[in-house]
């Protein structure tokens, strides 16, 4: 698929597994890191932030859009108050940040679409890009919003960490998964 969705039901299936496994990791990570919460919203340690980046990578614009409804419904029916402005601006920051980082890394990192050049350095690049994006627009909206307790640079920097660690932190766990399936199947045969 790389970004590239050929027809409506390959642009559901992007947007819904987005949706859904965001969801799934949004919780888990919510159970598994519980004690490293810095504030409503910000998190040492945020392994939905790789999984955004990923999905976004992988599916395009359906997984922002995916991603964006997840995001919005997890904040309106969860801590977040149940304004549905400030909780339609959360999860359109949560879906099109990582969406953002994908179009700004395609055009300045001569990323191909299709990922057929991802190196370590340019994953690198995008993880800290979109780290940046999300953090910031995450930061700006909540202090446009006024949400209490929420704004300022040592929120920033705390989403900003959380979001770079949850990203490396998720995505190894997919290479070296990959990589013991791989080894398994050698030795299967």
């Known amino acids: 698929m790389s970004g590239h969705i050929r027809n409506s039901s390959e642009w559901f299936f992007g947007c819904a597994i987005s949706a859904l496994a965001y969801a799934f990791l949004f919780f888990i990570n919510s159970w598994l890191t519980n004690d490293l919460v810095f504030s409503l919203g910000v998190n040492w340690i945020y392994l939905p932030a790789g999984l955004r980046l990923f999905l976004t990578l992988i599916f395009g614009l359906p997984a922002a859009i995916g991603i964006a409804i997840a995001s919005f419904l997890i904040s309106y029916y969860g801590e977040f108050p149940n304004d549905l402005t400030l909780c339609i601006g959360v999860g359109l920051v949560s879906g099109f940040a990582p969406y953002l980082a ?4 395609i055009s300045n990192v001569r990323l ?5 050049n991802l ?3 340019k994953l690198l690049i995008c993880i800290c890009v979109y780290a940046a994006l999300s953090a910031g627009l995450h930061q700006w909206w909540f202090s446009t919003a006024a949400l ?8 920033f920097f705390v989403m900003f960490i959380g979001d770079v660690l949850g990203s490396l932190l998720l995505i190894s766990l997919i290479k070296y998964s990959l990589d013991f399936l791989k080894k398994t199947r ?4």
């Open 102 to 105: 994908r179009i700004f890394v």
């Open 112 to 116: 191909e679409p299709d990922m057929s």
């Open 119 to 121: 190196s370590l350095q």
């Open 148 to 155: 209490e307790n929420t704004g300022g640079m040592n929120h």
């Open 186 to 189: 050698k030795t299967a045969h």
